[in-house]
């Protein structure tokens, strides 16, 4: 089993930036690739970011590109997802995945494991 815990939601002003973090515990974290999802209300979950275990190939949504940087540490077991130049579309509930596999994840796979999610508010 892998637990995944959140944190560094908020509220933030467009244009502003924020970093989420992500604490995994119960597995060997550089053995699996991690993403991040996010759900705005009414609206289905997205992925918006993937990385493979290792941490050398990363892979991001079209409407974040540019913008959001996913990045892990593999002694802290943490995964980030540093968001920058942020706009009210970005609102949603963001959520730290885990996948059962070390390859890179792209939107058509499933992750295993998923956390209980994060707020971010982007107020115009």
């Known amino acids: 089993q892998v637990q995944l815990v959140e944190s560094g939601g908020g509220l933030v002003q467009t244009g502003g930036s924020l970093t989420l973090s992500c604490k995994t515990s119960g597995r060997t974290f550089s053995n699996y690739a991690m993403g991040w999802f996010r759900q705005a209300l009414g609206k289905e979950r997205v992925f918006i970011a993937g990385i493979n275990s290792s941490g050398g190939i990363t892979s991001y949504g079209a409407s974040v590109k540019g913008r959001f940087t996913i990045s892990r540490d593999n002694v802290k077991n943490m995964l980030y997802l540093q968001m920058s130049d942020l706009e009210p579309e970005d609102t949603a509930v963001y959520y730290c995945?885990?996948?059962?596999?070390?390859?890179?994840?792209?939107?058509?796979?499933?992750?295993?494991?998923w956390g209980q999610g994060t707020q971010v508010i982007v107020s115009s």
């Open positions: 995945t885990a996948y059962n596999g070390k390859l890179l994840p792209t939107a058509q796979i499933s992750p295993g494991y």
